[in-house]
């Protein structure tokens, strides 16, 4: 493997820098600095089995080369933008939604944080009861 700094080095910057808000579950915790489908691999090249895996691993594995070299592709073209601006990728999945989702689902609302969708819905119930009190 390459030359990694070490967990030891890694724990002492975590503490140093970051909020101590998650807390480790072994007393000698892996260093993992790569990943391929469900295994994640320490900076000594030993493999783990990733039982925790998160929300986007969990449905598509560890640097999955399909969905890696579609990303890369798209990303060398347009990286991020605002749902305000319009993209065409953004329209064919919404399209692409429609069709594979059960029921009437016609129309999608993207965002980025589960709370988005509250805060609209929240907005949305405001607004109508002041219409309705008109």
């Not at 989702?101 to 607004?127: D, E, H, I």
Request: proline share 4%; aromatic share 12%.
């Amino acid at each position: 493997m390459e030359n990694f700094i070490g967990a030891k080095k890694v724990i002492e910057k975590k503490k140093e820098y970051t909020i101590p808000c998650s807390y480790h579950f072994f007393s000698n915790p892996p260093q993992f600095v790569k990943g391929k489908m469900q295994h994640l691999y320490d900076s000594e090249g030993k493999e783990y089995l990733d039982f925790f895996a998160g929300v986007s691993v969990m449905n598509c594995g560890h640097c999955n080369e399909e969905i890696l070299d579609k990303t890369i592709e798209q990303m060398r073209n347009l990286q991020h933008t605002t749902t305000i601006y319009i993209t065409e990728p953004l329209v064919n999945l919404a399209e692409q939604l429609s069709k594979v989702t059960p029921g009437n689902l016609k129309r999608s609302f993207f965002v980025v944080q589960a709370l988005k969708p509250m805060r609209v819905q929240c907005f949305w119930q405001n607004y109508i009861q002041e219409k309705v009190n008109l």
